[in-house]
């Protein structure tokens, strides 16, 4: 089975997601990364610092961010620069599910803000899928949720096909 490489869908569905998208992103970028610009500023008196401090965790979520997943026989792998996770075997993936937008805001998105959840740079706020593993769960936008799901659902049959197999020998 060769390795699957699915894409983030980046893109806005229509203006009423880009509305919703961009009003929880000025919050997230408040929280995240204006925050710790404004007590830099507040501690220091320094305009310098705090743009630096402002930079700093900007670059930090860049180098944290999902570009892409790969599927493959044995998993699946987050292509990321930083952070985890970066490979989740199928035996350690308790479910990959389609989630309401309302999910995806309030626990992918908004809480708990940190550690985040939802890491890529999509400003879609519908068909994100989540991916729990033990009693944690990461969310990521596929290009095409139903071509995803289909995907994982094939590898993760013949993994459990695979593991049966070899319990029986």
Known sequence: MTELIIKPRIAPRDAADALITAGVGLLQVFLLIGLPGIAAYAFSGKPALALLTMLIVNSGFVLLSVNKLALSADGIRFVRVLGGPKFLP??????????SRKDLI???????????????????SVGHCRIVFGNKAVYFPPEDAAAF????????????????NKEAD
């Open 149 to 164: 799901l289909a995907a994982v659902s094939e590898r993760m049959a013949v993994h459990t096909s695979a593991s049966a």
């Open 106 to 124: 309030v626990h992918g998105w908004l809480w708990p803000l940190i550690p985040p959840r939802e890491l890529t740079t999509s400003l879609t």
């Open 90 to 99: 199928w035996s350690q993936i308790g479910a990959v599910e389609l989630v």
